[in-house]
């Protein structure tokens, strides 16, 4: 949607995958290798610039978060998997930066507390169907072999212009 204002922190996309040698040390997590030391990171098809358009166009700004004039971020860790698709998608550190003082105040403490919970679940329910459409990756490569990597990307949701 283009009227969605929405900040994508590129510089904070984070990702597990780094060269393996007969001596580097690797940690197993999940049936999933993390490493130090990227020989072949992987990407989305198209680049950073293409990574932030296809959220631009994808990701929706809840609309009932607008009414409370709710704004917040949520980071989306999902794995790329060997043939580039997405899998284990999850969301973390969900958090509301900015609301409306004004009417959450008329709310009782209960309601805002409730309120904010609700729409910290909206902003991870519209991350994770917005990566679960995601096109495959290029994985990332060590020693020239597709490696499951996780990865870890931050979605800002901003009240849209009108």
């Not at 959450?104 to 459409?133: D, H, N, P």
């Amino acid at each position: 949607m283009k009227s969605t204002i929405l900040t994508i922190m590129l510089a904070a996309l984070t990702m597990g995958a780094a060269a393996q040698s007969k001596d580097s040390t690797c940690v197993r997590k999940d049936s999933v290798r993390i490493f130090s030391d990227p020989e072949s990171s992987p990407h989305f098809r198209g680049g950073k610039e293409g990574l932030m358009q296809f959220l631009k166009k994808n990701v929706k700004y809840p609309e009932a978060a607008e009414a409370y004039g709710v704004e917040g971020r949520v980071i989306m860790s999902f794995i790329i998997n060997e043939d580039g698709s997405l899998s284990d998608i999850t969301a973390h550190d969900c958090k509301i930066e900015r609301f409306n003082t004004t009417k959450f105040s008329q709310e009782t403490e209960t309601r805002q507390k409730a309120l904010k919970e609700q729409f910290a679940k909206l902003f991870a329910k519209e991350g994770a169907r917005v990566i679960r459409k995601m096109p495959k990756w290029a994985p990332g490569k060590i020693n020239g072999k597709a490696q499951r990597t996780k990865m870890s990307l931050p979605i800002k949701f901003s009240i849209p212009d009108k």
